[in-house]
Every structure is written in structure tokens, then in C-alpha cells.
T-cell receptor
Framework: KAGVTQTPRYLIKTRGQQVTLSCSPI?????VSWYQQTPGQGLQFLFE???????NKGNFPGRFSGRQFSNSRSEMNVSTLELGDSALYLC???????????????FGPGTRLTVT | KQEVTQIPAALSVPEGENLVLNCSFT??????LQWFRQDPGKGLTSLLL?????REQTSGRLNASLDKSSGRSTLYIAASQPGDSATYLC??????????????FGKGTHLIIQP
């Protein structure tokens, strides 16, 4: 099976702009989660989508939003970019159904976002 | 709020040594625990997943143990090789009524295996 793919891999934006990142999960996986990784805060959970619905959410401001399509592909949007949003954004997929192994997460290569 | 701590933050050992990485968590009511490795500038590679009902999991030279009651997990790497050099991350998953919560990660152990 193909792994989790993320596009674009690198992105440079200016403060105040908005950005959309894309994630395609492993075939058959219905859950997609997004994480932010920074040197200072480490890896932090943003939100999870399952069957086109946001199922869980971390502690991030409303500028961070997402959605999931019927084919399980997901997008994450960040509006009004701030310098502190510079980070590696990682997407993970899992089957997302009940049963402990069904929540095993498989990560994509990430999108490196730089805000100037 | 779940907190995950990994000790040591960095470790450098000669090739061939066996080593242990430690992970502790504050809330023992976990759903599962995963160990990952991350190479510089890359995504995360899943190494092992331990379900809450399990005590250990093995994959090749890797063995992970889980002691829920004490809030601890260890990752044992046997016969270390230079290719094992990476950052190792521990992450726990909690369960709420709507399904599994997002993973809570430790800050990682940066491992260097000297040839």
C-alpha cells in the first residue's frame, strides 16, 4: 500500500497570508490527524477528522482549521499567518475504528512551512 | 492533562551496545502507546505499538515494554548499529467517548550510534 502523502513538501509564506496543506491517507484509512512540530513545543495535536467530521481537537486557535473529503483526503488551513506558525506540519492516518490497533497512526513526510 | 517525559534527552553510544530508552506518562488510563523514530527533516516511522492490555511487543532488535500502573514504557534496542541513529519518540493515546484522542508526545531521545 502507498503511504501517507502530503503536499506541498515545502512552503514559504508571508505573515498575514493564509495557507492550505493537503494530506492523502493510506488507502482504506478513514481517520486523518494533523500535528504541528516545532523545536520549542515538540509535536502537538491539532485535530482529527473521521468520515468527514472533526472528531477531536487540540488546543490551537481558530485560525487553524481543517476538513476532510468523502475520499478521506484532508486539508488543513491556517489563516492570518504568524511568525510562530513556522513549523513542520505532519499528517497521520489510521483506520480509526474501535479496537486499540485500529488507532495505530502512520505519518506522512510532513510539510515544512516557513513564515517570513 | 496527560504529560509524557522521555529520558535521556540525548544519548551517544558505541556501535554494538544494547541500550534502553525511557518514557513516562502521568495518566495511566491510556488506550495504547506507540514508539516512533524520526530522521532529521523527515516524518515519523512507527516502530512498535503496545495496546493497553499488553506488557510488551517485539520487532527484530527492538523490544518495547509497558507498565501502565507505574506510567512507564521502555524501548530496548539490541546490538545497536549506526543506522539506528535518529530521534526516538514515545506517544500515548487516550480514549474518550467519541474515539481515540490525539497522540500526546514526549520530546524525544536523540540517539547517536558511533561507528
Amino acid at each position: 500500500k502507498a503511504g501517507v502523502t502530503q503536499t506541498p513538501r515545502y512552503l514559504i509564506k508571508t505573515r498575514g497570508q493564509q495557507v492550505t496543506l493537503s494530506c492523502s491517507p493510506i488507502s482504506g484509512h478513514r481517520s486523518v490527524s494533523w500535528y504541528q512540530q516545532t523545536p520549542g513545543q515538540g509535536l502537538q495535536f491539532l485535530f482529527e477528522y473521521f468520515s468527514e467530521t472533526q472528531r477531536n481537537k487540540g488546543n490551537f486557535p481558530g485560525r487553524f482549521s481543517g476538513r476532510q473529503f468523502s475520499n478521506s483526503r484532508s486539508e488543513m488551513n491556517v489563516s492570518t499567518l504568524e511568525l510562530g506558525d513556522s513549523a513542520l506540519y505532519l499528517c497521520a492516518s489510521s483506520p480509526g475504528l474501535a479496537g486499540a490497533r485500529d488507532y495505530e497512526q502512520y505519518f506522512g513526510p510532513g510539510t515544512r512551512l516557513t513564515v517570513t | 492533562k496527560q504529560e509524557v517525559t522521555q529520558i535521556p534527552a540525548a544519548l551517544s553510544v558505541p556501535e554494538g551496545e544494547n541500550l534502553v530508552l525511557n518514557c513516562s506518562f502521568t495518566d495511566s488510563a491510556i488506550y495504547n502507546l506507540q514508539w516512533f523514530r524520526q530522521d532529521p527533516g523527515k516524518g515519523l516511522t512507527s516502530l512498535l505499538l503496545i495496546q493497553s492490555s499488553q506488557r510488551e511487543q517485539t520487532s527484530g532488535r527492538l523490544n518495547a515494554s509497558l507498565d501502565k500502573s507505574s506510567g512507564r514504557s521502555t524501548l530496548y534496542i539490541a546490538a545497536s548499529q549506526p543506522g539506528d541513529s535518529a530521534t526516538y519518540l514515545c506517544a500515548v493515546c487516550m480514549y474518550s467517548g467519541g474515539g481515540a484522542d490525539g497522540l500526546t508526545f514526549g520530546k524525544g531521545t536523540h540517539l547517536i550510534i558511533q561507528p
